[in-house]
């Protein structure tokens, strides 16, 4: 989950650092500039201080500049209600007012976070599929465990029946040379038939 609050940060980061991305001044006619967010700026009919006011213009209103007097320090623009007059430069930025970057932000933000609803759904889907095969890991340790048991327990079985065959084996040899032992002494003390003398005559 660290991760993902990592990556939602950086999303974030990156949506205000396109958003605040400064543009090159460029003094030239249509230019789209702003009144500074944090007052309003009178118009003048004229570029100075001593021409008539035309109202104001709010803080952070987006403004199209027609011309620029460096001289006089004063900028020609028209306004949101389509009025054109001059502002003091100092009451000009090139960055985008709050007013207007927030609607920018807040969907920005929205973006961010359904990426992340979306990186989170996956990552508990991939977490689920992590637990699922490794349960699945071990019910084939076990049955194989299983196995290997069942193969050493028929091994030994297997040894003890060789054995047994092999005792019987030598059990028969040794009662059939023991009964051959007894019958050649036997037979070596038996009387032996005497030959008739007379057998010639």
């Known amino acids: 989950m660290a991760k993902l609050s990592t990556l939602?940060?950086?999303?974030?980061?990156?949506?205000?650092?396109?958003?605040?991305?400064?543009?090159e001044p460029n003094d030239g006619s249509g230019d789209?500039?702003?009144?500074?967010?944090?007052?309003?700026?009178?118009?003048?009919?004229?570029?100075?201080?001593?021409?008539?006011?035309?109202?104001?213009?709010n803080a952070g209103t987006?403004?199209?500049?027609?011309?620029?007097?460096?001289?006089?320090?004063?900028?020609?623009?028209?306004?949101?209600?389509?009025?054109?007059?001059?502002?003091e430069s100092q009451y000009i930025s090139s960055q985008q007012s709050i007013r207007e970057l927030l609607p920018e932000?807040?969907?920005?933000?929205?973006?961010?976070?359904?990426?992340?609803?979306?990186?989170?759904?996956s990552n508990d889907l991939l977490n689920q599929q992590l637990s699922d095969l490794t349960?699945?890991?071990a019910v084939l340790a076990e049955e194989?465990?299983?196995?290997?048991t069942e193969k050493q327990s028929l091994q030994r079985e297997l040894d003890m029946l060789d054995q047994s065959a092999q005792m019987k084996w030598f059990t028969r040899g040794g009662i059939i040379a023991l009964v051959s032992i007894l019958l050649g002494v036997i037979i070596a003390y038996l009387p032996k038939k005497r030959k008739r003398s007379d057998q010639w005559m």
């Open 8 to 23: 939602f940060l950086f999303f974030l980061t990156l949506a205000f650092s396109n958003v605040y991305a400064q543009q």
């Open 32 to 57: 789209i500039r702003y009144i500074t967010d944090d007052l309003s700026a009178f118009m003048h009919a004229g570029p100075g201080r001593n021409y008539r006011i035309l109202g104001s213009v």
């Open 62 to 87: 987006r403004i199209s500049v027609l011309q620029v007097n460096e001289e006089k320090g004063f900028i020609e623009l028209i306004d949101d209600q389509q009025r054109t007059g001059w502002v």
């Open 105 to 121: 932000l807040q969907q920005k933000v929205q973006q961010s976070s359904a990426q992340l609803a979306e990186l989170t759904q």
């Open 135 to 137: 349960n699945r890991n």
């Open 144 to 148: 194989l465990e299983n196995q290997r």
